[in-house]
């Protein structure tokens, strides 16, 4: 039945190429939305997926990694010294002003971290060390800020929050979500940048390694019972709720949604219509075949494959234009994740489009009324 | 002669509304194998209404019809193409070729719904189309044969399926006489030398003398019944 399918399809090649065009549209469209979506939600918890460490310990009601309140920086003690923590360390994340070369200013977010052990700090340096932020007024800028920032320089000075701070160096691949760049600076200076939101006693999270005896799940039992008035996370949850916020709470993962659904249902539209289309004019012969013995299942089968092989050739070639594009959304700074696991969901999600497409035809074929056969 | 099909006050009312139209009326015949059976009458006399019921593809509103004695009056819709698989094929005056596919994958096609191995299918689709005067165009598509050759892939097709039955509706009604003929020949050939049960619906009173038999059909009755002088 795929041969004849096969068949059926290379024999009307201008139809066979308006769905083709149909199916690769939406397809390349779904591609591009659930890669570009997934690399926002890539972006908007990278930090926390590279940052080492098992729990992570944020103010009460905390949303997101970007927008947590300042805990006591007591509560570090506190976390090292509870059962089955390895180390614990401390990390700020703020919001700041950054004044621009050529005058103007643009927001940019803080995130302090001790530079002794790097946790929290970027994780890849095109230029300088990570280290180097270390005792005095020192910046890491990614290069991803460019954009916004201009041409920023290692030994370059700018301004940010009225303090003269010297970039040491270029951190790569720490994209942000809010679009605010991100600069890494030390703890301490992070501490002095904002006095009145951090202060010198303060710290807006606490990370926390797992000793290799014990499960996270019992380690965050035992801060819970220990620490009042914060949250405590799994790494993997936090990074998760802070994806979610984004998804759920701004609307951003309902937009995606949206543009997939209608990609979705223009796909099924235009491969629903072309096979319902070539039902109809098939509708004598599929007729004889039913009068001869075939089953209504045999004429589906011959259906669903016309219906397949659109998804597939669709499919691969949306997959061949998505990677030759990935290049451009990297050029634009946009993240596009295409994984393994996003081309198995599309490839799924084409053949779902396809088949269901084909399901109006299929009721056409139940409904055959067998006297079309004797009309000349 | 063994009886292919046998039907009992066979009758179908077709309701329009509140009108309703009797298209067959109590029709009793017994067609047997190895006969070529002509069903002749004016256009609307119930012919092809007869043909669309002892083929299995429309219910009677009253009556019986066996198929090799099988009652297939009560049976439902899951059993009915079985009965047409094993039993029966069709020629439409329309052909109903797939033009996509070429002269003997339209044969074939029958032949792999019938679940024949393939290389006897091969076989059997060449043979066919030998026998029907198309082993020179059995790889062409149905758009560069002409009315006859497409009618002669159509009783290939029918005969490949080694069914007991065909029927055959206004088979030559699309070809001239000479190509319509010819087709019927054939048919008629091939279906005595396989002692197969051939019935045709034709208002064609040019191919009579190819039949065995003639049911004369007016008002959905057999009016009259002529048998060949052999």
Known sequence: MFYVALKIISYDKVRSFITLLGVVFAVSLIFAQMGIYLGLMETSSIIIDHTPGDIWITSKNCKNFDFSQPLPEYLYYHVLSTEGVQWAEKLIVTWGIIKQKEGGTEQVEVVGYNPDTGIGGPWKMKIGDSRAVKNGNFTIVDDSAKRRLGDVKVGEYREVLWKRLEIVGISQDVKSFTTAPIIFTSYRLAQKLDPNWIGPDKTVFVIAKVSPKYSVEQVIKNLKKRLKGVDVYSKESFSMKTRLYWTIETGVGFSFLLTISISFLIGMLIVGQTIYNSTVEHIKEFGTLKAMGASNFDIYKLIFSQALINALLGYFMSLIITLLSVKIYEATEMVMVVNMWVNVLILGLTMLMCLSSALVSIRKIKKIDPAILFRG | ?230
């Open chain 2, 1 to 230: 002669m063994d009886a292919a099909i046998v039907t009992k006050d066979l009758t179908k009312i077709y309701a329009e509304g509140r009108i309703e139209v009797k298209a067959v009326s109590s029709v009793t015949l017994q067609l047997n194998e190895g006969e070529v059976v002509g069903l002749l009458g004016p256009s609307g006399s119930g012919k092809t209404t007869l043909l669309s019921m002892i083929g299995c593809i429309l219910r009677p509103t009253d009556g019986s019809i066996k198929i090799y004695g099988n009652e297939i009056t009560g049976m439902d819709e899951t059993t009915l193409p079985n009965i047409r698989k094993k039993y029966i094929s069709f020629i439409f005056q329309g052909f109903n070729l797939f033009p996509a596919l070429t002269a003997i994958e339209n044969v074939l096609l029958i032949l792999k719904l019938k679940g024949i191995n393939k290389n006897v299918s091969n076989q059997r689709a060449k043979d066919l189309l030998t026998v029907v005067g198309l082993s020179e165009r059995m790889h062409f598509l149905p758009r560069d044969l002409s009315g006859g050759q497409k009618q002669r892939v159509a009783v290939a097709r029918a005969l490949a399926a080694n069914s007991p039955i065909i029927l055959a509706d206004e088979p030559t009604g699309n070809l001239d006489y000479t190509n319509g003929r010819k087709v019927m020949e054939i048919l008629r050939n091939l279906a005595v030398e396989q002692k197969r049960c051939v019935v045709v619906s034709t208002h064609d009173n040019r191919i009579e003398d190819i039949f065995d038999r003639i049911l004369l059909m007016e008002d959905g009755q057999i009016i009259n019944e002529k048998r060949r002088l052999s």
